[in-house]
């Protein structure tokens, strides 16, 4: 892909709503590494985290409430970076107030929600809207879309993947399992959009679900899992096998498989850190990504200066609101299947 010629454009004005664990990274990104961006505004109803970009970004505006920010008439978007549970009745808002949206995954955690922005945007032509996908902007995953497009693996018929994060003995995901939604449509949403990507957009027709927890006790009052199991029949005779995990004791352990009627492709079998073997007494092995951060910080990068492109050009790039829904509704019927153990029917 090569970029389009951003210098004849004014940068867009950027507020960054949201400076959390992903919020600090997206705002460094606009601040420093993104051409044709300006982050013109922080919002986060946090001291701590204000103070945070106060040190840590150029000088913006800050606000703590989102609806002042809305209000700034020199912001022409916003780059949502809050609790999932949050994300639909943001969205509407800004739709409303004339900006720009790029938000964070999943779109919502409830279809009707989904169903209302989408309503919203479809009001709103001339406004992008996007959500953060950003394994379509990882070089790997787009290089294997662009191989399976020039037909190289012939007709793509199943997707395996999984999103596997580190054990964290401190379990930080079980105080977000209030609001994450649970570990499909907090972690196996990525793969779901994956799946859809590279097998060309199917409707899903029917899932199932198993998980266990493993190490976190805590997450039973939420009825989350630590460890989910899923396959899922798309029309047309495609499918999808996926695995979650919280559990990994060597890394962040993601990736994809993507297999075809004249053969496939894998993308981050061997979740490798850099190019580095070790041989000793333990063996042969390499190091591997601890976080999904040091995975993907390419691809946040890249979707970032992507959704500014698209803001310029006009045109869509990366997850439509459409995509997004789809996730959603693919996630929840997971989580309908793992609750009550039977299939689901979508
Ligand atoms: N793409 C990915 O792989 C990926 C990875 C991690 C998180 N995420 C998504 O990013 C989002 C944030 O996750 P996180 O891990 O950074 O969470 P976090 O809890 O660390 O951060 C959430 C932020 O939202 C702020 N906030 C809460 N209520 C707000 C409000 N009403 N107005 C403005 N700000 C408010 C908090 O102060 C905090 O800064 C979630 O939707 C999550 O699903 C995506």
Redesign the pocket.
């Known amino acids: 892909m090569t970029a389009p010629d951003l210098s004849a454009h004014a940068p867009l004005r950027i507020g960054v709503?949201?400076?959390?664990?992903?919020?600090?990274r997206h705002a460094q990104n606009l601040a420093y590494r993104v051409r044709g961006a300006a982050l013109a505004a922080v919002?986060?109803?946090?001291d701590e985290?204000l103070a945070w970009a106060r040190g840590a970004l150029p000088a913006a505006r800050e606000y703590?409430?989102?609806a002042a920010l809305l209000d700034d008439r020199e912001i022409d978007a916003v780059w949502?970076?809050?609790?999932?549970a949050?994300?639909a009745q943001?969205i509407v808002d800004a739709l409303r107030a004339g900006k720009h949206v790029f938000?964070?995954?999943?779109l919502s955690l409830d279809l009707a929600e989904c169903e209302r922005v989408l309503r919203e945007a479809q009001r709103q032509p001339h406004l992008q809207a996007t959500i953060?996908?950003?394994?379509r902007f990882d070089p790997s995953y787009r290089d294997a879309y662009d191989k399976i497009q020039a037909g190289l693996i012939g007709r793509p018929f199943m997707v395996r993947s999984q999103t596997c994060d580190q054990n964290d003995p401190d379990g930080f995901f079980v105080r977000?399992a209030p609001?994450?939604g649970g570990i499909f449509l907090?972690c196996t949403v990525?793969d779901i959009d994956v799946a859809r990507w590279l097998l060309g957009k199917p409707n899903a027709k029917r899932v199932y679900a198993a998980g266990t927890v493993a190490l976190h006790d805590g997450l039973r009052e939420f009825g989350d899992v630590d460890n989910g199991v899923a396959i899922c029949e798309f029309e047309h005779g495609r499918l999808a096998m996926f695995y979650a995990s919280r559990t990994m004791a060597h890394g962040n352990d993601t990736g994809s498989e993507v297999i075809g009627t004249a053969g496939s492709l894998a993308v981050g079998r061997n979740p490798r850190l850099n190019r580095v073997e070790i041989a000793d007494v333990h063996g042969v092995r390499n190091e591997c990504t601890p976080t999904?951060?040091d995975r993907?910080e390419d691809a946040?990068l890249y979707e970032a200066q992507a959704f500014v492109a698209a803001v310029q050009s006009g045109e869509q790039s990366g997850a439509t609101l459409a995509d997004a829904l789809e996730a959603t509704r693919i996630g929840n019927a997971l989580r309908r299947s793992l609750e009550t153990g039977q299939a689901v029917t979508l």
Request: with cysteine; charged share 20%.
């Open positions: 709503v949201g400076l959390g664990r992903l919020g600090k919002c986060s109803p946090l985290e703590r409430d989102y949502l970076v809050t609790p999932s949050l994300h943001q938000c964070e995954k999943p953060g996908f950003m394994r977000f609001t994450s907090d990525h999904f951060f993907f946040f």
